[in-house]
C-alpha cells in the first residue's frame, strides 16, 4: 500500500532528478493533499523551502493565484486572501508568509525569490503576450512543476497565444482594482487572452498533453506519498507543441 505519509528526503530525491539549478524560475501548479501529511514539518513548508533551496538567491519560484476578477466585472484586491480552495495550499501558504502578489486583475501570481518584486513591476498591462510575466517565464524556459495536476499549466496559454490557435483571443477589459501601496481603487485597461466562453468545446483539457509528453519523456514523474511530483522544461513542451499542433491544432481543447 503506498505511503501515506512522504518525507523530506524522498522530496530531496526527486529534486535530485529534476535538473534544478541556481538561478532557475519554476511554476508551480499542485493539488498537495493527494500526496499526504509530511512525516515532519508542514508539507507547504516543506517544499517550498527545499526548492527554493535549489534554485538560489538568482532563482524564483512562481505559484498561482488567480481571481479572474476584471472578467467578471469585480474589483481586484491583490491584498484580499488567496482562495486555497482553488489555488491551493501551496500559495495560500506564500500568501501568508508575505510573498510579494503580482497586481494582474486576471492572473495575479505570487512570486518567492528577490527578483519577483521587480519582475512584477516590470511587466505591461496585459496576462499574456509580448511584455506579459507568462511571456518573461517561456523566455526564460521556466520548469513547470506540477504535485498531482498533470502536465498542463497556465504558460500552456502563452504558447498557445505565440502558436495563434484559433479558439483564443486577445481582449481587452475594463475595470478597477486596489493599489497595494496606497489602498486607493484605480481605473485600468487590461489585456487578457481568452476562449468563448460560450462555445463548451473551447475549453482547456491538458489530458491528452500530459499522455503525450509523458511518453516523450518530456513530462517526468516521482513519487511523492499517495501521489507524484513532476517537471517539465516549458521550452521542450513549447518545441513539441510547434509541431502537434501543425496536425492536431485542437489538442489543448476537449474538442479533439
Known amino acids: 500500500m503506498t505511503n501515506s505519509r512522504w518525507t523530506e528526503s524522498e522530496l530531496e530525491k526527486s529534486l535530485d532528478q529534476m535538473d534544478l539549478h541556481d538561478g532557475d524560475f519554476v511554476f508551480i501548479h499542485s493539488n498537495l493533499g493527494i500526496s499526504g501529511s509530511c512525516e515532519r514539518g508542514i508539507p507547504e513548508e516543506v517544499i517550498l523551502r527545499t526548492i527554493k533551496a535549489r534554485v538560489g538567491a ?134 487578457s487572452y481568452v476562449r468563448d466562453l460560450s462555445d463548451p468545446s473551447s475549453e482547456a483539457d491538458f489530458l491528452e498533453l500530459t499522455k503525450r509528453l509523458y511518453a516523450k519523456e518530456i513530462w517526468k514523474k516521482w513519487r511523492l506519498g499517495k501521489g507524484y511530483i513532476a517537471v517539465a522544461s516549458a521550452g521542450e513542451v513549447f518545441d513539441f507543441l510547434v509541431q502537434e499542433i501543425k496536425t492536431d491544432p485542437r489538442l489543448l481543447t476537449k474538442d479533439r
Not at 521587480?118 to 521556466?142: M, P
Not at 483571443?169 to 497595494?180: L, M, Q, V
Request: aromatic share 10%; glycine share 10%; charged share 20%.
Open 58 to 191: 538568482e532563482g524564483c519560484i512562481f505559484l498561482p493565484a488567480f481571481t479572474y476578477s476584471i472578467g467578471q466585472g469585480q474589483v481586484f484586491n491583490p491584498l484580499l486572501m488567496v482562495d486555497k480552495a482553488t489555488m491551493g495550499a501551496l500559495s495560500g501558504y506564500a500568501f501568508q508568509e508575505k510573498s510579494p502578489r503580482s497586481n494582474d486583475p486576471m492572473f495575479s501570481v505570487i512570486g518567492i525569490g528577490t527578483q519577483a518584486v521587480d519582475i512584477f513591476a516590470s511587466q505591461l498591462n496585459r496576462s499574456f503576450g509580448k511584455g506579459s510575466l507568462f511571456s518573461l517565464l517561456l523566455e526564460k524556459q521556466v520548469k513547470m512543476i506540477s504535485i498531482n495536476t498533470g502536465a498542463g499549466g497556465t504558460i500552456i496559454h502563452e504558447m498557445e497565444n505565440v502558436l495563434a490557435v484559433p479558439y483564443r483571443f486577445e481582449k481587452t477589459f475594463e475595470g478597477r482594482r486596489i493599489d497595494p501601496v496606497t489602498s486607493r481603487v484605480e481605473d485600468v485597461t487590461w489585456t
